[in-house]
């Protein structure tokens, strides 16, 4: 092996990762990979030229260990960022120590959350007040005995971190009680200052080599939302974003502002909550906050005959619900000014009225669709209290749930933020994922994360696709505009699942398109002897342990099936897609944003909505394939695949699987895995060019 003293840091990397190495040695069952090898050097280039790349790793590269060997050899300042929550633990409680053991690193390791996911001890007392927590004789016994749980584990938890806690439900209405957001924290004018978790967290990570976040807190600290995170990133010399398709929709998200009713809501019961332990403050501000929670409910209530989600000009279209939208600006500036007198009262008064402030501030925004809405102020609006008007305005929209609302401004273009604190860093920037590339070129992605001349590299996966897969696309499918086309898909699919014995995951395009196939599936004129798994029916997680445990199950989902799902093994051995993924028309964001390049004089098909929609099938698809071992077939219903001249760009995106429209190639593909690979003389090739499906 090369001396560490003498070789460069690529070369090192390779050493680990090849047969003999550190990792063959030290890790059971590692298998080197000579794309995981080639990834790793190339991750040590950028990291050594303090540089730029863009690598698309196939399913089963590793890239994982491919990025983590480079990095913690390197010995610099690295921050890992990862998709999900559920990939950051297991990147930081599985892979990172793996790895760091294999090496004999000492380099030292931190996790670092959002403010979200860790409770807070103020909170947490606040919300012993409430009667409904307090009590299990109050209206809901379940949710109060859920409180106790938190109260108990309060009491002996290190870290603090609510994930700690196994069956508490993620949508549980507990967790805004219990956690702080940027508005209500309260600093360092917080009684539990010394014990804050998030504080005692942020303090870790500063002093680590190595520190696991998620993009969310990345994008948060980027975009100046005062996640807490500020002061480790500019230490940073490293920077790896794990599944960085994700990045730039996310980054709209956290480059633009917006205001819900839920955080409406709190302000209003955390100002009474502080009244507690300030006398007179009760009388003052009971009537304000009481008139803010019912400003907010009547804005929702006159949403109900808006569609889902708008724009804020469909949105004032409506005289109720711009009677309502001035409504709660007059709640916000009651609560605000009655607040004013109390602030330096408590430490929280003085937190409740800059929120309301805010909440004033972007409401105004929102309603004036101008980001120097701050001119419409009163006289006494103290002008410190305003903020800066953003460079760009972006599109300006809501978003309606059941219970609640969303009003929301969302920068079109993302690029430029991005390249400034990406150059302002001088670190090395390495974004991978499975799926980057379309048609094996990285213009797509990179024009979108603002990078000019980025070093890429682009490593399929090291599957053995012709063996161990088989791309279907059924012959006479209508245009997927056609009013029987779900019914025509369920037809053309239920041969697949007799000959696979069900062991599928059917992804759609739209929930309207799964639940009409739930329905054909259970009405009782088709033969469906295989349990049944309907997204929207159990929360996600218990679907897929359900589905792993059924060994012959068939699961309904949408687009939140399409990454992040890994079930390996026999459990899974089809994969069926509906439709093309294209986004749906009704976003109005992406909506704005095909205008915007069409008024640039650019092709908004060709220029986003192609790319996008690849992106996403290859996403799909991913889920087939997760070990060496797997065997499967894809089902591509679309008949555009072959009809369109587009279809090519999709088919030639996707890895090399050998493509069949005839069914009984399917049923011998699973008649005889072990002896009769795909591929055989009689299976039936559809070059990129066939003729359109009639």
């Known amino acids: 092996m090369l001396d560490a003293r003498d070789a460069r840091l690529a070369d090192r990397s390779r050493e680990a990762l090849v047969e003999g190495g550190l ?44 990025y983590l060997v480079p990095a913690l050899l390197s010995g610099l300042k690295t921050i890992v960022s990862t998709g999900t929550r559920a990939l950051q633990d297991q990147l930081f409680h599985r892979d990172l120590p793996r790895v760091r053991d294999a090496l004999g690193s000492g380099l030292r390791s931190a996790l670092l959350k959002g403010r979200a996911n860790y409770l807070c001890l103020y909170r947490l007392e606040q919300a012993r007040g409430e009667p409904r927590l307090a009590s299990r004789e109050q209206s809901d016994p379940a949710q109060s005995r859920q409180f106790q749980r938190i109260v108990a584990w309060a009491g002996r938890t290190r870290m603090g971190d609510m994930a700690e806690l196994d069956g508490l439900p993620e949508d549980t209405p507990l967790l805004p009680l219990v956690t702080s957001t940027v508005d209500n924290c309260l600093g360092n004018d917080c009684p539990f200052w010394s014990e804050c978790f998030l504080v005692q967290a942020r303090q870790r990570a500063q002093a680590a080599d190595v520190v696991v976040v998620n993009h969310h807190l990345l994008l948060a600290d980027l975009a100046l939302k005062q ?67 019912a400003a907010t409910r009547a804005l929702r209530t006159a949403m109900d005959g808006l569609p ?27 609560l605000r000014d009655a607040l004013g007198p109390l602030r330096e009262a408590s430490p929280g008064f003085d937190s409740c009225h800059a929120r309301a402030q805010a909440f004033v501030t972007k409401l105004r925004r ?57 150059k ?49 696309l059924p012959p006479k499918l209508p245009q997927p505009s056609a009013q029987d086309y779900t019914r025509a898909v369920v037809d053309a699919v239920l041969p697949v699942l007799e000959a696979s014995a069900g062991r599928a995951f059917l992804l759609f395009a739209s929930h309207r398109a799964l639940r009409e196939t739930a329905a054909l599936l259970r009405d009782g004129s088709r033969d469906c002897p295989w349990p049944l798994f309907v997204q929207g029916e159990a929360p996600r997680h218990v679907l897929l342990q359900r589905f792993r445990e059924s060994g012959n199950g068939v699961l309904l989902g949408a687009a939140s099936f399409r990454e992040g799902v890994d079930v390996a093994g ?32 650019g092709n908004p098909f060709r220029d986003e909505q192609l790319p996008q929609a690849v992106i996403a099938l290859k996403q799909g698809v991913g889920r087939l394939i997760r070990t060496e071992h797997d065997r499967g077939v894809l089902v591509l219903c679309d008949p555009r695949l072959l009809g369109r001249s587009y279809g090519g760009v999709f088919l030639d995106s996707l890895p090399p699987l050998p493509r069949t429209r005839e069914i009984t190639t399917v049923a011998a593909f699973f008649a005889t895995p072990a002896t009769m690979p795909p591929g055989t003389p009689s299976e039936s090739r559809i070059p990129n060019s066939e003729s359109p499906v009639q």
């Open 23 to 66: 990792l063959a040695e030290r890790i059971p069952a590692f298998a080197p990979r000579v794309a995981q090898q080639s990834l790793a050097m190339a991750v040590a280039d950028a990291i050594d030229q303090r540089a730029t790349l863009l690598a698309e790793a196939g399913t089963g590269t590793g890239k994982t260990f491919a």
């Open 227 to 293: 996640e807490g995170f500020g002061e480790i990133l500019p230490g940073a010399q490293v920077f790896i974003v794990d599944e960085a398709h994700q990045l730039p929709e996310l980054a709209a998200q956290f480059f633009g502002e917006g205001m819900s009713a839920r955080p409406l809501v709190e302000l209003a019961r955390d100002a009474i909550a502080e009244c507690k332990d300030v006398p007179g403050a009760l009388p003052v501000l009971q009537s304000p906050a009481q008139a803010l929670e």
């Open 308 to 334: 889902p989600r708008g724009t804020r000009y469909r949105a004032l279209y409506e005289p109720a619900v711009e009677e309502a939208l001035h409504a709660l600006d007059d709640a916000l500036l009651h």
């Open 366 to 422: 929102w309603n004036d669709g101008s980001a120097a809405a701050e001119s419409m102020f009163d006289d006494d609006t103290p002008a410190e209290t305003a903020e800066a008007p953003p460079a760009d305005e972006g599109v300006l929209w809501y978003e309606l749930t059941p219970r609640g609302f969303r009003l929301q401004r969302t920068p079109l273009d993302v690029s430029a933020p991005l390249r400034a604190h990406r």
């Open 424 to 472: 302002a860093s001088r670190a090395a920037w390495i974004f991978t994922s499975a799926t980057l590339a379309v048609d094996g070129h990285f213009d797509h992605i990179a024009e979108r994360l603002g990078i000019e001349a980025p070093q890429t590299l682009l490593t399929p996966s090291p599957f053995d696709w012709p063996h161990q897969a088989l791309c279907y």
């Open 570 to 601: 026999d459990a899974l051995s089809v994969v069926v897609i509906d439709k093309l993924p294209f986004a749906a028309p009704d976003d109005p964001v992406f909506e704005a944003r095909l205008d915007a390049i069409r008024r640039a004089g």
